[in-house]
């Protein structure tokens, strides 16, 4: 099985400030990756798939790179509504199996 | 736009099944462009990806729940539904049914219902 963790699994930080998420899988998994932004009591939201592509409405201060092994989720510029939680996830195998990182929340400093 | 949203009962007693649908609007489960997916997430912690299933009825499990979760289809009602059997506390959470969405051979979830909390108690 693949597994995923993240880092860190929380931060602080400020409006303005340019943060920057990693997720690693426990194998190569190409580009198989996504990234999602869960708000408390809401449901997870796509931003990033394919390691890179930016979801259809999403700011482009969010980015996404990486292949293989290690991936980065990169918000440039943070924005009062991007204090959130953040999960990676892979569906590197035929029939998908999906997996999700534990998570990284960001919050306000 | 698409939409979906998840109905059922949100307490179930121990050792008893859990039953779930998923009404979607906006689309067709019919259209075999998409699997449609369950996932939960207990209070406080991550997302855990539960099966899915095709319009067609083909479906793959998470092996970890494999031997007590069935996911249904009726393209009648454009609904899928879930049952969890023999649950316990430790299947108290919130449920999500999605769509998940291919780009290539790589897949995700771009539509997500509003989820459902599922309590476990007696």
């Known amino acids: 099985d693949i597994q995923m963790t993240q880092s860190p699994s929380s931060l602080s930080a400020s409006v303005g400030d340019r943060v920057t998420i990693t997720c690693r899988a426990s194998?190569?998994?190409?580009?198989?990756l996504n990234w999602y932004q869960q708000k408390p009591g809401k449901a997870p939201k796509l931003l990033i798939y394919?390691?890179?592509s930016l979801q259809s409405g999403v700011p482009s201060r969010f980015s996404g790179s990486g292949s293989g092994t290690d991936f980065t989720l990169t918000i440039s510029s943070l924005q009062p509504e991007d204090f959130a939680t953040y999960y990676c996830?892979?569906?590197?195998?035929?029939?998908?199996?999906?997996?999700f990182g534990p998570g990284t929340k960001v919050d306000i400093k | 736009q698409v939409q979906l949203q998840e109905s059922g009962p949100g307490l179930v007693k121990p050792s008893q099944t859990l039953s779930l649908t998923c009404t979607v609007s906006?689309?067709?489960?019919?259209?075999?462009?998409?699997?449609w997916s369950w996932i939960r997430q207990p209070p406080g912690k991550g997302l855990e990806w539960i099966g899915y299933?095709?319009?067609?009825?083909?479906?793959y499990y998470n092996p970890s729940l494999k031997s007590r979760v069935t996911i249904s289809v009726d393209t009648s009602k454009n609904q899928f539904s879930l049952k969890l059997s023999s649950v316990t506390a430790a299947d108290t959470a919130v449920y999500y049914c999605?769509?998940?969405?291919?780009?290539?051979?790589?897949?995700?979830?771009?539509?997500w219902g509003q989820g459902t909390l599922v309590t476990v108690s007696s």
């Open positions: 999605a769509r998940v969405a291919d780009y290539g051979d790589l897949y995700y979830f771009d539509y």
């Open positions: 906006g689309g067709s489960i019919s259209s075999g462009d998409y699997y």
């Open positions: 299933i095709y319009y067609s009825g083909s479906t």
């Open positions: 194998q190569s998994i190409s580009s198989y």
């Open positions: 394919a390691a890179s």
């Open positions: 996830q892979q569906s590197y195998s035929t029939p998908p199996i999906f997996t």
